[in-house]
């Protein structure tokens, strides 16, 4: 199984910027993809970004889109989000997840598609 350690959460002003780590350790040979979700105080838990564990596809939500960027140190076994440009409405705990290969078809936004995920990591922006 696979441990899963974000960081790179605080405190920023609008329009400044955050990079989020997520560590991943075990094994990982059976990942398909690694996933940026974020949960605000009395919201669903909401899609923020995900790649591809082998290749350079990515995914973003539309309220990110232009503003985040997600990527991989393959030497590092790590995920990053870059965000860039936040919004107070970015305030919320992020959690970094992975999703196992199947044999069914993918639905990257969806979280009950991942298997792994992290502690979280507090993000708050201010206006």
């Known amino acids: 199984q696979v441990q899963l350690v974000e960081s790179g959460g605080g405190l920023a002003q609008a329009g400044g910027s955050l990079r989020l780590s997520c560590a991943a350790s075990?094994?990982?040979?059976?990942?398909?993809?690694m996933g940026w979700f974020r949960r605000a105080p009395g919201k669903e838990r909401e899609f923020v970004a995900a790649i591809r564990w082998s290749s350079t596809s990515t995914w973003y939500a539309d309220s990110v889109k232009g503003r985040f960027t997600i990527s991989r140190d393959n030497a590092k076994n790590t995920v990053y989000l870059q965000m860039d440009s936040l919004k107070p409405e970015d305030t919320a705990v992020y959690y970094c997840?992975?999703?196992?290969?199947?044999?069914?078809?993918?639905?990257?936004?969806?979280?009950?598609?991942?298997?792994?995920w992290g502690q979280g990591t507090q993000v708050t922006v201010s206006s």
């Open positions: 075990g094994r990982t040979s059976s990942s398909y993809a």
């Open positions: 997840a992975l999703k196992s290969v199947s044999a069914r078809i993918v639905i990257i936004s969806r979280a009950n598609e991942y298997d792994c």
